[in-house]
Structures are given as structure tokens and as C-alpha cells.
């Protein structure tokens, strides 16, 4: 055993060596004019030319970086359908009646006009970080249409739907001024956590969970147990004694899952979907802001769209002494963590940010070699970062434009283009 002091003097080296290697490397990269895409702008492409003049040194990947202001919609789209867990449709489930029924949601969700596309993409992303299957982003479609401010004559009110007692038990806030529910960032993270217990509940049956969402859990239990069924083996559209409406809301969210597939298969309905949306992450409310519109000004983001997106704040509220968020296009070191939670982010160094607008896709990393596919990536993102159009790194690797990439999947990223 070395003595103590030697000890306590090979750390104080090993810290020092450390910290001389990662100042190197941020004069190297100032050196050599690394740029990152502009926050100001949303862009986070990444200019090699760092590495080019310092050998050896690892590429900066991308999902150390900040997120962008924006985002592109088909890459949402994408991130859905890869998080799917039944992807598979058959006859009942693109049938006439639900195609009149929810044929006009792909629409929805290609005007350019909406918030449903961003709003869309912030359930999507809090589902994924809770590793729950994508099916569940499409109940405020089927609940509200989408809209934060949605209210029933029965009582429920919100994107999600819920009633005052669900609310409460899942620790939205309701007082007087202030009605959780109305508040997207509230009732998403509540919705979540309730779909990740009853997910678990259920055996990760995403079928059974949606049924207990509706229905209400124990009573979907009693079923089972009047069925003799457990969550391994049971058969929810043959669970005794439920409503026909929580039968049919499984089949509502498979067959609208089916219709946005479909719906894929239209490049003019994706090329809808290739634009830039506003990243929408949570915000902490100053203390001292009194209105959504002054923290609107402050910001410098657009009231109404503020107003539209939290119901909640929109009228006056009351804070009852409790922090409140708002859900409003991420600006710059703010981020999203996992659970939704607002997090900030350190701002990057001055020496690494954008110093034009050359930043493009002929400065990514080259397109040679393979890429493994890591979770939540689509043929869009990988696509973009090695500067090629997404048509045709699925087609160098046989792959058709509706393909849903699996992590583990090693692409090709040079070679054979098959003949486009």
C-alpha cells in the first residue's frame, strides 16, 4: 500500500494533466474556427473543420450540444412512428368508418397554420423519455382534438381530458385562478407518470393501459379478474362487463396510428412535414411577472401563440405560493430533461459560436462508412448529419421511405445508391 501523500499528489496530477488536455482541445478548436450553428437561429449543424486540423481528436457529437429554437416536423413524425408499439394494420383497423372518422388528422397536422405539429412533437418527446409506446401521444387527438383549452359539458377539461378528482390524484394543481388541467405542461407530465403505472400495471400491454385510461384501472382489474385472465394473457376485446366505448378506444388510437401510416405513403403529405416548427420546452414563470403577455414581451416570443398554448395563464391566475411553467418555444440554454423537468444549460463560449451563416450540410461529417442507429434517431436526423437527402441513405440500404429504423441497425452511408 503507497502512502497517503502519494496518494493525494498522483491525483492532483492526474486532475491537472486533465485539465491541460481539455484546455487544448478549446484552443485548438478556437484555432481552427470550429462553428456551431447559430442559437439564434435554431441551427445546429457542426463544422468539422476542428477535427479536420486536429488529428485524433473525437468529433463533437451532436447530442452533446444544445437543442436548437427549432425543429423539422417530419422528424417528429418519425420519432411517432418509430416509438409505435403495433405498427401493424390489418382491414378492421384502416376500415371505411374510421377513415371517416379520423381522416382529417394528417391534415391537421401538416398545416402550417396550427400549434398542433410543435405540441404534438413536445408529447411525443415526453413519451419517449418515459420509454412509452408512441400510441399514447394520439389521446389528445382523440380527447380533445389536440386543444389545451378543450372543455366538456360532463366536467373534464384540458389536451388530456381529465376530470377534477383524476387531476388532483395525480397532483394537478386546481384553485381558484388557476386550473392545471388547461396547463399542458402540467397535465402532459401528470398524463405520463398515470399511462406509466398503468403500463406497468398492465404488463406493458398498451392496449390494457389505454382501456384503464379510459375506464379507470380497477375497473379494468375487476374485469380481468372476472375473466380469469391476468396481464400476460389477457384479451382486452374480450374482457367482460366494460362500456363499448372502452372497447372501442383501443381500436380508435390503432386505427388512427393506421391512417397517419397511410398517410406516409404520400411524399406530398411528408413534404408537409419537412418544415421548421418551434421547439416548445417548459419555463419556469418569474415571480415577478404578473401577465403571460409581459413574460411574452420579456422573451420576445408571440402572445398569442402563448395564450393559445397555455390556457391556463391566459386569463390572470393565482400562484398560491406555488412555482408555475409555461410552455413556450425553448429558448437559448434552456433545455428539456428527462420528466419534463426545466433545466438550464450552461450558454456555449463565445469562441464557439456561430460566426456566420455558412453552416450547411456540406460541412457535416462525411458521408462514408456506417452508422449505427441509436434510440430515438430516424432517417431524417442521421441523414442530416451526414449531409445527405434522407431518400437516399434508405435507398444505398434498401430501405423503403416508410421504414421505421430500429436501434442496432447498422446503415451504410456510401456505395450503392440503387440506381437514384
Known sequence: MRPRGYRSWALLCALGIAYAAHAGALRAAENAG???GNPERGDTSLATTAN????GSPPLELESLPPSRQRNGREIYESFRAGLADPTCDASATSMRWKKHFGHAPGQLARGDDDLLPLFGYVVDALRDADLPTEFALIPFVESGYKP???SASGPAGLWQFIGVTARNHGVAMRGGY??????VDSTQAAVRYLKTLHGMFGGDWRLAVMGYNAGEYRIL?????AGMNAQNAKPAQLPGLSGITYAYVEKLHALACIFQQADDREEWLRTLDRDVPRLAPQALPSDVASLDEWAKRQGHDGAQLRRLNPALAAGFSRGGK???????????????AGNQVAEIPALPASMKSKSSQA????????TGSHTVRRGESAW???RRYGLPPQQLLARNGLASTAVLQPGMVLKLDGDTGGK
Open 323 to 337: 412555482p408555475l411553467r409555461v410552455l413556450a418555444p425553448a429558448g437559448a440554454g434552456v433545455a428539456v430533461a
Open 222 to 226: 375487476q374485469s380481468m379478474r372476472r
Open 52 to 55: 479536420a486540423s486536429a488529428p
Open 149 to 151: 383549452g378543450a372543455r
Open 381 to 383: 436526423t442521421i441523414a
Open 360 to 367: 450547411t450540410a456540406s460541412t457535416a461529417s462525411p458521408a
Open 179 to 184: 386550473d392545471g388541467r388547461l396547463s399542458p
Open 34 to 36: 470550429s462553428e456551431l
